[in-house]
């Protein structure tokens, strides 16, 4: 049926919206300025129609996924929130934990406990491959690794890391990329590899740390319009407060745990998303029909 002749009669508006979503019209915009869909846009388009009960029944069992989706936003929004909430008040000791209490914290700057890695490796130079990071694999604001090259395909030099180093993106800082492998690997240079150079500071508190809004705030004290990096000489310089080892290890194993869930639930609304294609593309071809109740 075209859309220029519809009969209200036997479509229902809400499968019509899946289905058009589903060919891509609400993609098709014209102008600039004012991006809108036109009638001719509309006029071409020709879309199957199952019975009128069968429309209905495909656009409810749809419109349950875009439900369990917006569910799932608001508990990742509050996830969120509550992970930045508890980095605020515990890598500041705003709050303690009560077998703390009374512990002091020590003042530093970032570059006395913390060094950058200068160890390369050049690709073309190397018989063995090792996994490579690249910014593209690593998720903004979550730390999330969404893959991984092989050493051996690339032909830039790459900075070495191991386990227990800590990475981030220097380049565009504000998109806050970060990660803490357990893996030997390799990644861009345009990556900071950083390691703990004293005892006074752990991998896991320094993996929180990287996240904060106090770091941030010297990371994006970048150079470059275009393509800003984050100086090290400036974050170096960045002062914050060491608990005890023992009280690092708490603060982050606490903040890890929020961490895990603003994942968990980012991977959730992925695969919902995912179902809800595939349902798409199987209900509103006619590959699957739904019953219904007479």
């Not at 479509?11 to 899946?18: K, N, R, V």
């Not at 990742?76 to 009374?102: N, Y």
């Not at 984050?230 to 961490?259: G, M």
Request: net charge positive; charged share 25%.
């Amino acid at each position: 049926m075209a859309l220029d002749n519809i009969d209200s009669s036997k479509a229902d508006p809400f499968f019509l919206f899946y289905a058009l979503k589903h060919r891509g019209l609400f993609d098709i915009v014209s102008g600039s300025a004012q991006p809108q869909i036109i009638g001719k846009d509309i006029k071409a388009v020709r879309v199957n129609l199952p019975p009128l009960p069968e429309q209905r029944k495909i656009a409810q069992v749809l419109s349950t996924w875009d439900r369990a989706v917006e569910l799932t936003e608001v508990l990742l929004a509050a996830a969120r929130t509550r992970k930045r909430g508890l980095m605020q008040i515990l890598l500041t000791g705003k709050c303690r934990f009560p077998e703390f209490e009374g512990q002091e914290w020590r003042e530093v700057r970032l570059g006395e406990v913390v060094s950058l890695s200068k160890e390369r490796l050049d690709p073309r130079k190397e018989h063995e491959a090792c996994r490579c990071i690249e910014l593209e694999h690593i998720e903004s604001k979550t730390g999330r690794l969404l893959g991984s090259a092989q050493s051996n395909q690339q032909a830039s030099i790459k900075a070495v890391f191991n386990p227990g180093d800590v990475l981030f993106g220097k380049l565009r800082p504000y998109l806050r990329k970060f990660i803490a492998p357990d893996f030997k690997g390799v990644c861009s240079t345009e990556i900071w590899v950083l390691q703990p150079k004293t005892q006074a500071i752990t991998s896991c508190f320094l993996h929180c740390l990287i996240q904060s809004d106090g770091f941030m705030a010297e990371a994006e004290k970048s150079s470059g319009s275009r393509m800003p990096r984050a100086d090290w000489k400036i974050v170096s310089e960045y002062c914050c407060f060491l608990p005890k080892l023992n009280e690092q290890h708490r603060i982050a194993s606490t903040i890890d745990l929020c961490a895990q869930e603003v994942n968990a639930l980012t991977s959730k609304i992925e695969r919902l998303h995912t179902e809800k294609k595939a349902l798409m593309q199987k209900l509103l071809t006619g590959k699957w029909r739904v019953k219904v109740d007479a």
